[in-house]
C-alpha cells in the first residue's frame, strides 16, 4: 500500500481539535526500522488526550494517534523482522508524537515490535492493548510481591474501564476474589459475569477521609484512579498488603501521610507499561498466550471502525469507556 486511510486530528481553529480520515502517503524506511500494515488497533485513555489536544501527549498537529497497533511486516531494515511475520507495537512513541495506530500503516524502530506469540491472534492483542498489558503489569507486580489468592481480596478501581476490566478477568482466572469499584453500577452484572464476587460505587474512595488509615479490607489493589481514591486504597490495604498504581483518571496528586507504609508495611507498586524493556512487554504478551489466556476475551471489547473513533473517543475521555474498544483497520 502505498497510500493508506488514517485518523488525522488537525487544530481547526485555536485548541478545537478535530479528527479526520485522510489518504496519507507510505513513509521512507529508515535504517533499523519496521513498516507495518495494521490489522487493529485498540482505544485508550491517553489516545482520547491526543485526540482532543492534550500537549502532554501530543506536543505537534496535525497528528495520527493510536498507541496500540497490530498487524504484518511490510518492508523491515531490522534484521529481527521479515515481511509477513505478525507484530506487536505498544507504548514507547507510538501515538504520541510518532504517527499511531489509528492509520492502516505504522513506521517504527524495530526496537518497539514484539512478535505476536502463538496462541494469541492479531485481533485479542488489541483487546489486550496497552489497557491489557498494564493490567498484567500491575498484576505480576502483585504477584511478585507475594499477594495470593488466600491472602484475602483484591480490589480494582476503575472496573469498567480498559485497564480494570482486564485486571478483573485476570484475577479472576487466576483464583482471587475480585471487589471492582465503579462510577458505572449500572454495569454490574456485566462485572459479576466476569466473575468478579462484589461490586462497589466509586464514591466509597472518593471522598477524602481525615482518618490516616482506614479498616483493612484489602489484601492487594490494582489502582487506575490516583489521587483521592488511591490514598484511600492505600489506607484500606491489610497488613503487608499491595496496590498496584497505573493511573491517574481522578488525578495526579498523592496527598498521604506515611502511616500506612510505617505502621501495616504496606506497599505502593508503580507500574509504566510504555518505556518498559521490551523483553518484559515480551514476557507479558507471552503469559496472555499461555497459563493466562482470557477465556470470552471477545466478550471485552467492541469492534469499531475508523468513522467511528470520533464517539468512542469522546466516550473515553470522559470516563464512559465500559471494556476495550478494537480498531478494526482492514477495510
Ligand atoms: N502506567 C501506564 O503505563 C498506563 C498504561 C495504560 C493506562 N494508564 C492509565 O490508566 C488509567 C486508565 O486507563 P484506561 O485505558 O483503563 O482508561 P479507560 O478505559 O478510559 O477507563 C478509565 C476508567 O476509570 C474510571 N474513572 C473515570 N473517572 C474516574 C474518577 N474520577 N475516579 C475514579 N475512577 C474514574 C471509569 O471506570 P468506572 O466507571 O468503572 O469507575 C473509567 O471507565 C488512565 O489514567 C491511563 O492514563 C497508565
Known amino acids: 500500500m502505498s497510500t493508506y486511510k488514517a485518523f488525522e486530528v488537525r487544530e481547526e481553529t485555536e485548541k478545537n481539535f478535530v479528527g479526520t480520515i485522510v489518504e496519507k502517503s507510505a513513509l521512507e524506511l529508515a535504517e533499523g526500522s519496521v513498516s507495518i500494515e495494521v490489522c487493529y488497533s485498540s482505544v485508550n485513555y491517553k ?26 511486516v511490510l518492508a523491515s531494515t531490522d534484521s529481527n523482522f521479515a515481511v509477513g511475520d ?23 524502530p524495530g526496537g ?23 493490567a498484567g503489569l500491575c498484576v505480576n507486580k502483585l504477584l511478585l510481591n507475594g499477594i495470593t489468592p488466600e491472602a484475602g481480596k483484591v480490589l480494582v478501581t476503575g472496573a469498567t ?9 485476570l484475577l479472576v482466572k487466576l483464583g482471587f476474589e475480585v471487589v471492582a469499584s465503579t462510577g458505572k453500577l449500572a454495569e454490574t452484572a456485566k462485572l459479576t459475569a466476569l466473575g468478579v464476587s462484589e461490586v462497589i460505587s466509586r464514591e466509597a474512595f472518593s471522598e477524602e477521609n ?56 504496606v ?42 473513533l470520533p464517539a468512542v473517543l469522546a466516550k473515553v475521555l470522559a470516563g464512559g469507556a465500559i471494556g476495550r474498544y478494537v480498531l478494526d483497520l482492514r477495510a
Open 161 to 169: 474501564g480498559g485497564v480494570g476490566i482486564i485486571a478483573c478477568a
Open 267 to 308: 506497599n505502593l507498586l508503580g507500574v509504566d507499561s510504555v518505556e518498559l524493556p521490551l523483553a518484559q512487554k515480551q514476557q507479558v504478551w507471552n503469559l496472555f498466550a499461555n497459563e493466562w489466556a482470557l477465556t470470552d476475551i471477545d466478550s471485552l471489547a467492541e469492534t469499531i471502525v475508523l468513522a467511528e
Open 47 to 72: 489516545d482520547a488526550l491526543s485526540a482532543s489536544g492534550s500537549k502532554a501527549v501530543t506536543r505537534e498537529y496535525p497528528h495520527v494517534p493510536g498507541i496500540d497497533a497490530a498487524g504484518t
Open 112 to 134: 518497539w515490535v514484539t512478535k505476536l506469540p502463538v496462541g494469541l491472534s492479531l485481533r485479542d492483542s488489541m483487546v489486550l492493548g496497552t489497557a491489557g498489558l498494564t
Open 86 to 108: 505478525e507484530v506487536v507495537v505498544t507504548g514507547y512513541d507510538l501515538g504520541m508524537n510518532t504517527a499511531g495506530g489509528f492509520g492502516q500503516q505504522v513506521t517504527v
Open 210 to 265: 481525615p482518618r490516616p488509615m482506614l479498616k483493612e479490607s484489602y489484601a492487594a489493589a490494582v489502582d487506575v484512579a490516583g489521587g483521592t481514591t488511591l490514598v484511600n486504597v492505600i489506607k484500606s490495604l491489610s497488613y503487608g498488603g499491595s496496590v498496584a498504581a497505573c493511573g491517574l483518571v481522578d488525578s495526579p496528586a498523592l496527598s498521604a501521610t506515611v502511616l500506612p507504609f510505617i505502621l501495616r508495611g
